[in-house]
C-alpha cells in the first residue's frame, strides 16, 4: 500500500520546507519534489503543513487512583489523542505490592491490547521498592521499558524512600534506564494534610497549602543531586513553578544529565481557579498542584530557553460528577475533603492545538520549537528517535496534516475524551489537525474516525539520549 501526500509544506525540529512525502509499507519511504505517484493514493496537502504525530510522553489511562479508576480507557484516551494529532503516547505502567516490574508492564498491556488505536509504550511506576526491585531494573530494556518512575509523594502508596532512590538511580544508570521522578514530598504532604483536616480545614483550595512549591523545589534539588552523584539520566516530570526550574536549571548548568517536563495544564489553569466558592474548584486537583500566571510565564520561557525539553499531559481524567449514571466516581469523592479527591487533569486530546495557538501563533517559541517539545524530543530522551518523532525517509508514518488558519473552540461539548469537563473550555484556537495519520493509515480525517480498535502498537523502546 502506498501513500503519496503532495505539496504540502514539511515541518521538523529543524526545518520547514515545501515537499511531496511517499509512505510505503507504514514508513516514509521517499521525500522530495514533484514525486511521482506511481500507483500510490494521493492526499493533496496544498495549503496544510506536515508535523510528526505528538508524543504524549505522560498519561494515565485505565489506571486504579484515589478509590476509582480513571475515565478514560486505552480506546478512549488514545482516540482522543488521535483527534488532537496525538499518534503515541508513553503510560505509566503501576508495579503491583508483590509483584516484579514486568509482572507490571504485562498488566498494563493486557489493558491495552484489543482496545489501542494508536502506538504507545510503558514506562513503570515503581510501587513495591526494595532489593529486588533494584535488580529487576536490569531486565527491562530487553522488554522495551527504558524508564522508570519514582515518586517522591503519595506516602505509604507509591513513595520511595531516600535509600530506595539512590540505588534505583545508580542501577538505572548501569542498565541505561532513564529516571522519572515525582518531585514533591509525601512526608511533608502527609503532615500538612493531617494537620489542615484536623482543623477542619477540608475545602478545595486547602489542596494547595498541602502542596508547596518550597516542596515542589526541595524534591527537585534532591533528584538533581542525586543524579549528579549516580550520574543517570533524569527526567523531572510535570513541573509547575520557577523554584523548581531553578533546581534544574542549577543542575544543567553543573552538566548532570537532568531534564524537564512540564504539562499543559499549568500554563492555563492556576490557584485562583481552586480558590473559587463550591467545588468547581476540584476539577484542578492535581499534584504538584497548579501555580499561578507568574509560574506560567516562567515556564514558557523555559519551554523557549531549553531549560525545559518536554510538554506533555498527565492526562488523568475524572469525571466531576461522576459515580452515577454508569460512570466511576470521579472527582465528587473529595466533597468529603480536598485529601479524598482523585487528583488529575484530563487533556490528551488538546496538548497539541493547545500548545500550537498558545505557543507559535502567540509568538513565544516557533513551529520547530513546538514539533521538537511536543514530538521529537520525547521520541528522543524516551528511546524512539528516529521511528518517531519526525518527519525523515526510514520513520513510521506518523504524520498529522496541520491546516494552520482553521479556527476550533474547545469544548466538552464536542471533545472526544471520557470525562465531562474540560481544561480549555471555549478557548478559541487557531492551527487544527485536519488529519491524522498512524503508520501510513488515515486514523482521523476531517473530524471523522477511520481507525479500528486494537490496530494500536506497543512499541518497544531503547536507550534515550540526553537533551
Ligand atoms: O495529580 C496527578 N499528577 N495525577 C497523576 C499521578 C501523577 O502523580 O502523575
Ligand atoms: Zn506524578
Ligand atoms: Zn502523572
Same mark, same amino acid.
Given at each position: 500500500?502506498?501513500?503519496?501526500?503532495?505539496?504540502?509544506t514539511?515541518v521538523?525540529?529543524?526545518?520547514?520546507?515545501?515537499?511531496?512525502?511517499?509512505?510505503?509499507?507504514?514508513?516514509?519511504?521517499?521525500?522530495?519534489?514533484?514525486?511521482?505517484?506511481?500507483?500510490?493514493?494521493?492526499?493533496?496537502?496544498?495549503g496544510l503543513f506536515?508535523m510528526?504525530?505528538?508524543?504524549? #510522553?505522560?498519561?494515565?489511562?485505565?489506571?486504579?487512583?484515589?478509590?476509582?479508576?480513571?475515565?478514560?480507557?486505552?480506546?478512549?484516551?488514545?482516540?482522543?489523542?488521535?483527534?488532537?494529532?496525538?499518534?503515541?503516547?508513553?503510560?505509566?505502567?503501576?508495579?503491583?505490592?508483590?509483584?516484579? &516490574?514486568?509482572?507490571?508492564?504485562?498488566?498494563?498491556?493486557?489493558? #491495552?491490547?484489543?482496545?489501542?488505536?494508536?502506538?504507545?509504550?510503558?514506562?513503570?511506576?515503581?510501587?513495591?521498592?526494595?532489593?529486588?526491585?533494584?535488580?529487576?531494573?536490569?531486565?527491562?530494556?530487553?522488554?522495551?521499558?527504558?524508564?522508570?518512575?519514582?515518586?517522591?509523594?503519595?506516602?505509604?502508596?507509591?513513595?520511595?524512600?531516600?535509600?530506595?532512590?539512590?540505588?534505583?538511580?545508580?542501577?538505572?544508570?548501569?542498565?541505561?534506564?532513564?529516571?522519572?521522578?515525582?518531585?514533591?514530598?509525601?512526608?511533608?504532604?502527609?503532615?500538612?494534610?493531617?494537620? &489542615?483536616?484536623?482543623?477542619?480545614?477540608?475545602?478545595?483550595?486547602?489542596?494547595?497549602?498541602?502542596?508547596?512549591?518550597?516542596?515542589?523545589?526541595?524534591?527537585?534539588?534532591?533528584?538533581?543531586?542525586?543524579?549528579?552523584?549516580?550520574?543517570?539520566?533524569?527526567?523531572?516530570?510535570?513541573?509547575?513553578?520557577?523554584?523548581?526550574?531553578?533546581?534544574?536549571?542549577?543542575?544543567?548548568?553543573? /552538566?548532570?544529565?537532568?531534564?524537564?517536563?512540564?504539562?499543559?495544564?499549568?500554563?492555563?489553569?492556576?490557584?485562583?481557579?481552586?480558590?473559587?466558592?463550591?467545588?468547581? /474548584?476540584?476539577?484542578? #486537583?492535581?499534584?504538584?498542584?497548579?501555580?499561578?500566571?507568574?509560574?506560567?510565564?516562567?515556564?514558557?520561557?523555559?519551554?523557549?530557553?531549553?531549560?525545559?525539553?518536554?510538554?506533555?499531559?498527565?492526562?488523568?481524567?475524572?469525571?466531576? @460528577?461522576?459515580?452515577?449514571?454508569?460512570?466511576?466516581?470521579?472527582?465528587?469523592?473529595?466533597?468529603? /475533603?480536598?485529601?479524598?479527591?482523585?487528583?488529575?487533569?484530563?487533556?490528551?486530546?488538546?496538548?497539541?492545538p493547545?500548545?500550537y495557538h498558545? /505557543?507559535v501563533n502567540?509568538?513565544?517559541?516557533?513551529i520547530?520549537?513546538?514539533?521538537?517539545?511536543?514530538?521529537?524530543?520525547?521520541?528522543?530522551?524516551?528511546?524512539?528517535?528516529?521511528?518517531?518523532?519526525?518527519?525523515?525517509?526510514?520513520?513510521?508514518?506518523?504524520?498529522?496534516l496541520w491546516d494552520l488558519n482553521k479556527k476550533?473552540?474547545?469544548?466538552?461539548?464536542?471533545?472526544?475524551?471520557?470525562?465531562?469537563?474540560?481544561?480549555?473550555?471555549?478557548? @478559541?484556537v487557531k492551527g487544527w489537525p485536519v488529519?491524522?495519520?498512524?503508520?501510513?493509515?488515515?486514523?482521523?480525517?476531517?473530524?471523522?474516525?477511520?481507525?479500528?480498535?486494537?490496530?494500536?502498537?506497543?512499541?518497544?523502546?531503547?536507550?534515550?539520549?540526553?537533551?
Open positions: 500500500m502506498k501513500t503519496l501526500i503532495k505539496n504540502g514539511v521538523t525540529a529543524g526545518d520547514t520546507f515545501k515537499a511531496d512525502v511517499l509512505i510505503e509499507d507504514e514508513k516514509i519511504s521517499l521525500i522530495g519534489n514533484a514525486l511521482s505517484a506511481d500507483g500510490a493514493e494521493v492526499i493533496d496537502a496544498s506536515l510528526p504525530g505528538g508524543i504524549d #510522553a505522560h498519561t494515565h489511562l485505565d489506571m486504579p487512583f484515589g478509590g476509582t479508576t480513571t475515565a478514560d480507557d486505552f480506546f478512549t484516551g488514545q482516540r482522543a489523542a488521535a483527534f488532537g494529532g496525538t499518534t503515541t503516547h508513553v503510560d505509566f505502567a503501576l508495579q503491583q505490592k508483590g509483584e516484579t &516490574l514486568i509482572q507490571g508492564i504485562d498488566m498494563w498491556k493486557k489493558r #491495552a491490547e484489543g482496545n489501542a488505536v494508536i502506538d504507545y509504550g510503558f514506562h513503570i511506576a515503581i510501587t513495591d521498592p526494595g532489593e529486588d526491585m533494584v535488580s529487576q531494573i536490569e531486565s527491562l530494556p530487553a522488554a522495551g521499558v527504558t524508564s522508570i518512575k519514582l515518586f517522591l509523594q503519595y506516602k505509604g502508596l507509591f513513595m520511595v524512600d531516600d535509600e530506595t532512590l539512590l540505588k534505583a538511580m545508580q542501577a538505572a544508570k548501569k542498565a541505561g534506564v532513564l529516571v522519572m521522578t515525582h518531585c514533591e514530598n509525601g512526608d511533608v504532604t502527609d503532615i500538612i494534610t493531617k494537620q &489542615l483536616v484536623s482543623e477542619g480545614k477540608t475545602d478545595v483550595k486547602y489542596h494547595l497549602e498541602a502542596h508547596p512549591r518550597e516542596i515542589e523545589a526541595d524534591g527537585t534539588s534532591k533528584v538533581v543531586a542525586f543524579a549528579g552523584v549516580t550520574g543517570c539520566k533524569l527526567y523531572v516530570v510535570h513541573m509547575t513553578c520557577k523554584e523548581a526550574l531553578h533546581e534544574l536549571s542549577l543542575g544543567r548548568a553543573a /552538566g548532570y544529565k537532568v531534564m524537564g517536563e512540564t504539562c499543559t495544564q499549568y500554563m492555563f489553569k492556576f490557584e485562583d481557579d481552586m480558590r473559587v466558592p463550591g467545588y468547581e /474548584g476540584a476539577k484542578w #486537583a492535581c499534584g504538584p498542584p497548579v501555580r499561578t500566571p507568574k509560574d506560567a510565564e516562567y515556564i514558557w520561557k523555559s519551554l523557549t530557553d531549553t531549560t525545559l525539553q518536554f510538554v506533555a499531559t498527565d492526562h488523568c481524567s475524572f469525571d466531576f @460528577e461522576g459515580g452515577k449514571d454508569g460512570k466511576k466516581p470521579g472527582k465528587e469523592l473529595g466533597k468529603e /475533603g480536598f485529601h479524598k479527591i482523585p487528583n488529575g487533569i484530563p487533556g490528551i486530546e488538546d496538548r497539541m493547545v500548545m498558545n /505557543g502567540k509568538g513565544r517559541y516557533d520547530n520549537r513546538f514539533v521538537a517539545i511536543t514530538a521529537t524530543n520525547p521520541a528522543k530522551a524516551l528511546g524512539m528517535y528516529p521511528q518517531k518523532g519526525t518527519i525523515s525517509v526510514g520513520s513510521d508514518a506518523d504524520i498529522v476550533h473552540t474547545i469544548s466538552a461539548e464536542t471533545h472526544h475524551m471520557n470525562v465531562d469537563y474540560n481544561a480549555y473550555e471555549g478557548m @478559541e488529519r491524522t495519520i498512524l503508520r501510513g493509515k488515515s486514523i482521523v480525517v476531517n473530524g471523522e474516525w477511520k481507525q479500528e480498535k486494537g490496530a494500536g502498537q506497543f512499541i518497544k523502546r531503547h536507550e534515550g539520549e540526553f537533551l
